[in-house]
């Protein structure tokens, strides 16, 4: 069994937290264990230090995040998920003000959910 997948849950992967990328080109990419193509897949930033008032292990869901000039682009494979990307920084919603802010580099890791 894949370490990342989850026991008992028949086709879930979740990844360890992975480095968010600092600059254009492809991003990480993960084996998934799942033996299939995912039908889903989530990306999610991970607060690992303090940052625009959320904690460590908050999640925010790389879709609902800007990004300065930049996209991501999120494929998979029946082995692996990975993550294209051009960014310049990612921007992500202050969690009590609302006010969109760039994250600060470092405090933020990616984790990759993915289900079959």
């Known amino acids: 069994m894949n370490p990342g997948c989850l026991p008992g849950t028949g086709g879930r992967f979740s990844s360890p937290v992975l480095p ?7 991003g990480p990419v993960v084996a998934h264990g799942l033996h299939v193509t995912p039908t889903q897949v989530a990306w999610r930033l991970v607060c690992l230090q303090p940052d625009l008032g959320y904690g460590p292990g908050d999640e925010v869901d790389l879709t609902s995040t800007q990004f300065n000039n930049g996209y991501f682009t999120s494929w998979s ?5 990975g993550l294209s990307w051009r960014a310049n920084g990612v921007v992500v919603n202050h969690r009590t003000t609302g006010t969109a802010t760039a994250t600060t580099a470092g ?4 984790k990759v959910y993915a289900t079959a």
């Open 77 to 81: 494979n029946a082995a692996t998920v």
């Open 20 to 26: 968010v990328p600092t600059v254009t080109g492809p």
């Open 107 to 110: 405090k933020w890791g990616l």
